[in-house]
């Protein structure tokens, strides 16, 4: 019997001889957890009639009794039910518990070893084009979902393809929309996660089964070459490029990050004096440029949120946001709040004084499930030109 994970009672905390916390869990090595089954067996435990004998007029002259749990022993740490069985004469339930299959790959690779005697770094002498005018150029997408299977068995409710060459015809209109669009040489681009669909056809918290149409090392192939040709096709008109990818979410995960820690190595040895990468691991960050503050999630992390933010804001997420912006106190910037997640194309430029709530939408088509349990909704990337006090949005709807 190994150490285990327990949600324990204020008394059973302190039968055990344990300090009462504001946690309730507690990891028992194997006697804690024998005398925490003995304190529950008598206290958590009552007599119930399980046979009764009666003789011929009705009268009863003998009954069986079982001591029956009232509660169940916790389910152990990464473990989800696989199957409940009930004894419905006796009341007895026995739960059969399976791991939850779960994705670590997350390891120090050294691409730097790797790329940097393959790399010929390339110097851009640009000439000034604009005028002080604009700030900046930003281009933000989200959720391209690289891997996924849109039309598993060729019976989805909707048509729909997503493979390694409707992602590149994407990514050439994106450039060419970005190009169209220029407004100043220094360009900010954020991607806002779930970049990869998953790894090994799964979600990062491993209980969520994708299909798929490549396997990891295809998906990473994908993947990789599409942040490389968007840079490269970029670069010769901005003298500057800062890319925000957000590695923290609800698909990519580990496989997301190591991605672009591969597309961040190379592309800055590529191109050293004109590109910077932060990789962003932190559910939500900021990053503040001449007089705007970006706040940055995907909208829902790799472990926790079961529901993240919605696209549409309310109260209890106004005061989130609040907060944040209060701790880090960024009440002199004009703050804006991007997420993506929800696949739909939301700006509330108004219902808080504090902050703009920009939900942006997918970049991939919606999956086969979206499709069967809500509807064919649409995709699409923005384009922004940023001025010191206006900005101009350009929503791209594929």
């Known amino acids: 019997m190994s150490n285990k994970s327990?949600?324990?009672?204020?008394?059973?905390?302190?039968?055990?001889?344990?300090?009462?916390?504001?946690?309730?869990?507690?990891?028992?090595?194997?006697?804690?957890?024998?005398?925490?089954?003995?304190?529950?067996?008598?206290?958590?435990?009552?007599?119930?009639?399980?046979?009764?004998?009666?003789?011929?007029?009705?009268?009863?002259?003998?009954?069986?009794?079982?001591?029956?749990?009232?509660?169940?022993?916790?389910?152990?740490?990464?473990?989800?039910?696989?199957?409940?069985?009930?004894?419905?004469?006796?009341?007895?339930?026995?739960?059969?518990?399976?791991?939850?299959?779960?994705?670590?790959?997350?390891?120090?690779?050294?691409?730097?070893?790797?790329?940097?005697?393959?790399?010929?770094?390339?110097?851009?002498?640009?000439?000034?084009?604009?005028?002080?005018?604009?700030?900046?150029?930003?281009?933000?997408?989200?959720?391209?979902?690289?891997?996924?299977?849109?039309?598993?068995?060729?019976?989805?409710?909707?048509?729909?393809?997503?493979?390694?060459?409707?992602?590149?015809?994407?990514?050439?209109?994106?450039?060419?929309?970005?190009?169209?669009?220029?407004?100043?040489?220094?360009?900010?681009?954020?991607?806002?996660?779930?970049?990869?669909?998953?790894?090994?056809?799964?979600?990062?918290?491993?209980?969520?089964?994708?299909?798929q149409n490549m396997d990891n090392q295809m998906a990473f192939d994908a993947g990789l070459k599409f942040k490389i040709r968007l840079i490269d096709a970029l670069i010769p008109y901005y003298e500057v490029i800062n890319c925000v990818n957000i590695c923290n979410d609800n698909h990519a995960g580990s496989f997301g990050y190591i991605v672009n820690s591969a597309f961040k190595t190379y592309i800055e040895l590529k191109y050293p004096n004109n590109i910077e990468v932060i990789n962003q691991r932190k559910f939500i960050d900021h990053y503040i440029v001449n007089n705007r503050c970006f706040i940055l999630t995907h909208g829902k992390d790799d472990k926790s949120l079961k529901f993240g933010f919605k696209p549409q804001i309310d109260a209890v997420q106004i005061e989130k946001i609040k907060n944040y912006i209060d701790e880090y106190k960024l009440h002199n910037f004009e703050v804006e709040f991007s997420k993506g997640d929800s696949h739909q194309l939301i700006f509330d430029l108004t219902s808080s004084t504090a902050f703009e709530y920009q939900n942006f939408g997918a970049f991939s088509p919606p999956s086969d499930w979206v499709k069967t349990n809500f509807k064919n909704t649409k995709s699409s990337f923005t384009v922004m030109n940023y001025y010191e006090k206006q900005k101009t949005i350009n929503n791209y709807i594929f």
């Open 6 to 211: 327990f949600r324990l009672k204020d008394f059973e905390i302190i039968s055990l001889g344990l300090e009462v916390t504001e946690c309730k869990r507690y990891r028992l090595d194997q006697n804690k957890q024998k005398q925490l089954f003995k304190i529950r067996e008598f206290h958590n435990s009552n007599f119930q009639e399980v046979k009764r004998t009666l003789n011929k007029d009705g009268e009863t002259i003998s009954k069986v009794e079982k001591l029956v749990p009232d509660a169940l022993i916790d389910i152990p740490d990464n473990h989800q039910i696989k199957r409940v069985s009930t004894n419905v004469s006796t009341k007895q339930q026995w739960v059969i518990t399976e791991p939850i299959k779960t994705v670590n790959i997350e390891k120090e690779i050294d691409f730097l070893s790797i790329f940097k005697d393959k790399i010929q770094s390339i110097t851009l002498n640009y000439q000034k084009d604009f005028n002080a005018i604009t700030l900046f150029d930003r281009l933000v997408y989200t959720d391209v979902h690289i891997g996924m299977n849109v039309n598993q068995n060729g019976y989805a409710l909707y048509d729909g393809l997503w493979n390694e060459e409707e992602l590149n015809n994407r990514l050439s209109i994106m450039v060419n929309y970005t190009l169209q669009h220029k407004q100043s040489n220094y360009l900010i681009i954020h991607e806002l996660g779930d970049f990869m669909d998953g790894f090994d056809g799964f979600t990062t918290r491993g209980g969520h089964a994708l299909p």
